[in-house]
């Protein structure tokens, strides 16, 4: 498992039919700038109002600095054949140790609904497990995102339970939804 080595990872990314998860470029920057500005991505994600290309930038700089650290891995969901953006999926190191790690993604709008996320997490979660050696995968949603909940679910993650005031997500405390996945239980495409 990373934890202070780098993540490596696939230079040609991850193909599923239609869509690839792939390395953030420098050349993403306007696309991730208009898809950060929608409404939605801001109220279920950390990202600041007023999204900009300095945050966009700082963005890309972290992404690389914590795949250099082991710390996480940032990534793009484009169309395999356009590169459009679609959305992004992340991987955080929780506990290199005990081999955890958590997932997160957001689409841009008008990407939803088609099964974009799913697949991207699923891709990614059966790299995780089989590249990294990790031993449990979580994700984490505001229970009032339902749509959040059913990719995690669909991808095959299963409910635990609720963790009360678990974050703080624009200066307020909430609850979220955790959802979990064993390297024996991801489900074939």
Do not use: K
Not at 180 to 187: A, F, K, Q, T
Request: glycine share 10%.
């Amino acid at each position: 498992m990373a934890g202070g080595r780098p993540i490596e990872f696939p230079v040609e990314g991850l193909v599923d039919g239609d869509l690839r998860v792939r390395l953030i470029a420098d050349a993403d920057i306007p696309a991730i700038v208009e898809a950060c500005r929608d409404p939605e991505i801001r109220r279920w994600t950390r990202v600041p109002d007023d999204y900009t290309e300095d945050d966009a930038r700082d963005w890309v700089g972290i992404a690389n600095r914590s795949a250099a650290e082991g710390a996480a891995l940032r990534l793009l969901v484009t169309d395999a054949q356009s590169d459009e953006l679609l959305g992004s999926v992340g991987l955080v190191v929780v506990d290199p140790d005990e081999a955890r790690a958590e997932l997160g993604y957001w689409l841009a709008a008008g990407h939803r609904g088609r099964g974009v996320a799913t697949r991207a997490v699923w891709a990614l979660s059966a790299w995780a497990f089989a590249e990294l050696g990790i031993g449990r995968l979580s994700i984490t949603a505001e229970p009032e995102n339902s749509p959040s909940a059913r990719v995690a679910e669909r991808a095959g993650y299963t409910f635990e339970g609720i963790l009360r005031s678990w974050h703080v997500n624009n200066g307020t405390r909430r609850d979220v939804a955790m959802y979990s996945l064993l390297p024996g239980e991801l489900p074939s495409t």
